[in-house]
């Protein structure tokens, strides 16, 4: 059964910094391109930053220069790296693992991510 769960999520003042991480489970991990997509309260999901089939990086214009995403094979986890955080990027942040090409993918639970003084 494939699985992934986010972790890292949570309150912070604006300027800081927060690290979320994915593990993906019942699968094997090079099978899939990683990503991270957001939502916020009355918004679509959108990308924020994901690998691309060539395993490259991609990452949304608001993030460029704040955050990263990067990946421990050997973990089978996926990161992703924020700072100079903003309110506007308060957000339920999902974990995406889709399956090398093919429209196949899968969901995490989501963790919340807080920006507020």
């Known amino acids: 059964q494939v699985q992934l769960v986010e972790s890292g999520g949570g309150l912070v003042q604006p300027g800081g910094s927060l690290r979320l991480s994915c593990t993906l489970s019942?699968?094997?991990?090079?099978?899939?391109?990683m990503g991270w997509y957001r939502q916020a309260p009355g918004k679509q999901r959108e990308l924020v930053a994901a690998f691309t089939s060539g395993d490259s990086t991609s990452y949304a214009g608001y993030v460029k220069g704040r955050f990263s995403i990067s990946r421990d094979n050997a973990k089978n986890m996926v990161y992703l790296q924020m700072n100079s955080l903003t309110p506007e990027d308060t957000a339920v942040y999902y974990c995406?693992?889709?399956?090398?090409?093919?429209?196949?993918?899968?969901w995490g639970q989501g963790t919340q991510v807080t920006v507020s003084s």
């Open positions: 019942g699968t094997i991990f090079g099978f899939y391109v």
């Open positions: 995406n693992a889709r399956f090398r090409g093919t429209s196949s993918e899968f």
